[in-house]
């Protein structure tokens, strides 16, 4: 990977809609070329996929929370289970103090207390700390 597509995965972080030829006016480049890029991007496996971002306004009434998840040693059978919960949105390994950061929603405070019920269950799971997010400034 090259600046040019550093560039490129950029642009498409903004907005992953812009049309092709936009994006190679914006990087002095002929379609194909851009049109290639991207190919190779995602034959590559550097772009997975493309997703819609909402403002938190879109969904009001989601409770969104980060958890911080201390492993049992070794257990790999963590991460699998975190990834496959369906209120884990997205899943960060870090250092320090938490072996992971779990990104979590859910419809109500109701449905919220189920599901920290539910991770703090799972097998390997060594302790939690939970932070539910109040207002978000950027996002």
Do not use: C
Not at 14 to 28: F, H, Q
Not at 53 to 67: C, D, S
Not at 86 to 103: E, F, K
Not at 111 to 116: G, K, P, S
Request: proline content about 3%; hydrophobic content about 45%; overall charge positive.
């Amino acid at each position: 990977m090259d600046d040019i597509d550093r560039e490129l995965l950029g642009l498409l972080r903004e907005d992953a809609r812009t049309p092709v030829i936009a994006l190679a006016k914006k990087l002095r480049l002929a379609r194909t070329t851009v049109q290639n890029r991207i190919a190779k991007l995602e034959k590559d496996g550097m772009i997975v996929g493309y997703t819609v971002r909402l403002k938190p306004v879109a969904e009001p009434a989601r409770v969104r929370a980060v958890m911080s998840v201390a492993v049992d040693g070794k257990n790999t059978e963590v991460l699998a289970k975190l990834r496959g919960h369906p209120n884990v949105v997205g899943l960060h390994s870090t250092n320090g103090r938490w072996d992971l950061i779990a990104d979590l929603q859910a419809d109500s405070l109701e449905a919220f207390d189920a599901v920290l019920r539910s991770i703090r269950l799972i097998d390997g799971i060594a302790t939690t700390e939970t932070s539910i997010l109040l207002s978000t400034f950027k996002a």
